[in-house]
């Protein structure tokens, strides 16, 4: 690389070249005249030496002591949130990823993600999610790649317990006009999120846990099903017969 420019006394031009002398473990990444960026692949200390000459057949070797340190690890942390807190069937997390690296110029230019060990996918966003999670044991992982070539990865591992199907009964109150239904359902590991009720086999819009049936409506006998569902979408059936 070289340059040239006009000296003030004679106004002949002069043209300096500018060599990196030894390039054992050191390459250039970026050069402008007479400064350089360099990248070094090996710890320890270098000895820099440029080689400057002009078209006047002049030249000089200047050096300099670099001492290039370790690389500090990446520090990485997984922020994670569950579909449910008491992390149950169907599971699915969400993931973001915190990274804090060695050079204030770095940046991350992949996440690989792995799930028990398999690939599942790379991207460049710090958010992620993986849905769906079976019963059992799972390790999750994530692989950082950053633009200086650093590689440091992170890991946790999530036990999906299998969902608690709710339960229930219905309270039956009469008077001589109707039957006042109330149904009762528990989750022990969740909520009750819907009910709904069923007549001699037909689907009521009514979705409230508390119903009524006017007795000169009814004929014979009569089959009630009602029905709670949970928020892992699990549900239970109670069935009450009813006689005007």
């Known amino acids: ?86 992390l149950r069937y169907p599971l699915d997390a969400s993931l973001r990823t915190r990274v804090w690296m060695a050079h204030p110029e770095d940046r991350v230019s992949l996440y690989k993600w792995y799930l028990d060990g398999e690939f599942v996918l790379e991207t460049r966003r710090y958010r992620e999610s993986i849905a769906d999670l079976d019963v059992g044991t799972h390790n999750i992982k994530v692989e950082v790649v950053t633009e200086f070539g650093q590689v440091g ?30 149904l009762e359902c528990e989750d022990s590991d969740g909520r009750i999120v819907a009910s709904t009720w069923e007549l001699n086999g037909e689907l009521l819009t009514h979705s409230h846990n508390i119903i009524q049936f006017n007795k000169d409506k009814l004929n014979g006998t009569n089959s009630v099903i009602g029905r709670c569902y949970d928020d892992s979408y699990d549900v239970v059936e109670i069935n009450q017969t009813l006689m005007p």
């Open 1 to 86: 690389s070289s340059y040239t420019r006009k000296t003030k006394a004679n106004d002949k031009l002069i043209q300096y070249t500018f060599e990196l002398e030894n390039t054992h473990g050191v390459k250039v990444l970026e050069q402008n005249e007479g400064e350089f960026v360099l990248q070094f692949s090996e710890v320890g200390m270098h000895d820099i030496k440029f080689k400057v000459t002009n078209n006047r057949g002049q030249s000089k070797t200047v050096s300099q002591f670099v001492e290039v340190k370790p690389t500090t690890p990446l520090e990485i942390e997984i922020v994670k949130t569950f579909s449910n807190e008491f």
């Open 153 to 182: 990865s992170k890991d946790f591992d999530v036990t999906v317990i299998p969902n608690t199907k709710p339960t229930g009964h219905i309270n039956v109150k009469e008077t001589d006009q109707y039957f006042e239904l109330y």
